[in-house]
């Protein structure tokens, strides 16, 4: 498949997610949103790891995400390769966001607050459950949802994540770091993404 096709199979499915996001998304947008990315995944004939390879072991970095559409602050798509052993610190989006697997299992954890937000410089968690997303289990946020994540096994993953707006535009998002303390996400813990579009 060409790169021309790709992207028109891209625009095609963003089409339908201007939709659902232009008219709000709740939780049950959230589900048609799973149900339309959970098809994209499907198309490995332009999805792959030979399309979007992941990471080299012990080549420096355990993380690549393709960027896959700019449109502005619009839905914006991604590619995420992850080498078992990758994980981050529990976080919000600051918009929705659906993940969805290709290939490989990401370990979900997902995260309530304790506290009562009056302290901007910390956060108590609770775990509220794990999800195994891989092929046929997706999960969803809404902007104020909290999660990290873990790769275990032997196999890298290759995950779409689709956000209501571009992370790179997202200067709100906060991590909670392991002692409670609250941090600026993208400034740090984000790299860069990988521009993978015309």
């Given amino acids: 498949m060409s790169t021309a096709q790709r992207a028109d199979v891209i625009e095609d499915f963003l089409k339908n ?7 709000g998304v709740d939780r049950a947008a959230l589900v048609e949103i799973v149900a ?10 332009l999805f792959n790891f030979e399309a979007f390879p992941a990471p080299t072991p012990g080549q420096g970095s355990s993380a690549f995400r393709y960027r896959l559409n700019d449109d502005g602050d619009t839905p914006t798509l991604y590619l995420n390769s992850l080498l078992p052993g990758k994980s981050t610190i529990a976080h919000n989006h ?6 969805s697997a290709i290939e490989g ?8 607050r304790s506290d ?12 509220e459950k794990e999800v195994i997303v891989q092929p046929g289990t997706s999960i ?5 949802d909290l999660h990290g ?10 995950h779409f994540h689709l956000y209501g707006l571009p992370l790179e535009s997202l200067n709100g998002r906060y991590g909670v770091d392991t ?5 600026n996400y993208n400034a740090s813990q984000m790299v860069p993404s990988i521009k993978a579009y015309a």
């Fill in 149 to 158: 994540i873990r790769v275990e096994g032997e196999t890298a993953t290759l």
């Fill in 94 to 99: 600051e918009t929705w966001a659906v993940i």
């Fill in 116 to 127: 009562d937000g009056s302290d901007p410089q910390l956060a108590r968690l609770h775990l």
């Fill in 140 to 144: 969803s946020f809404l902007g104020d």
């Fill in 179 to 183: 002692d409670g303390k609250v941090l």
């Fill in 105 to 112: 299992q990401e370990i979900n954890y997902v995260y309530g």
């Fill in 36 to 45: 339309l990315l959970e098809a994209l995944t499907e198309r490995h004939d």
């Fill in 17 to 23: 997610i201007r939709v659902i996001h232009q008219r």
